[in-house]
């Protein structure tokens, strides 16, 4: 099972950005949908967006217009760029498989902290 590793979170203003990254173990062109997911304290993670095989992207409407997310298929990486952000976009953010199976392997995520 593909193994994923977050990176390039950090501490940023309101309304600044961020871009981060997730690199996977094996190859991720046999994946249809890769996902980011997000977890803060107290909360259940929830789902972000997605991006499809085909470079089809998907957000919850709290995200759109302020993340995008993109593939690279030849470097087993995807995306999340951050723009905006807000203090409730504190959390620590994750990727995987979108759906994720219930047998998901769940990386150590990276934070995202946003205060002034």
């Known amino acids: 099972q593909v193994q994923f590793v977050e990176s390039g979170g950090g501490l940023v203003q309101p309304g600044g950005s961020l871009r981060l990254s997730c690199a996977a173990s094996?190859?991720?062109?046999?994946?249809?949908?890769m996902g980011w997911y997000r977890q803060a304290p107290g909360k259940q993670r929830e789902w972000v967006g997605s991006i499809t095989d085909g470079g089809r992207t998907y957000y919850t409407n709290s995200m759109k217009g302020r993340f995008a997310i993109s593939r690279d298929n030849a470097k087993n990486t995807v995306y999340l760029q951050l723009n905006n952000l807000k203090p409730e976009d504190t959390a620590v953010y994750y990727c995987?498989?979108?759906?994720?199976?219930?047998?998901?392997?769940w990386g150590q995520g990276t934070q995202v902290t946003v205060s002034s």
């Open positions: 094996g190859s991720i062109l046999s994946i249809y949908a």
């Open positions: 995987n498989q979108s759906p994720p199976s219930a047998s998901a392997i």
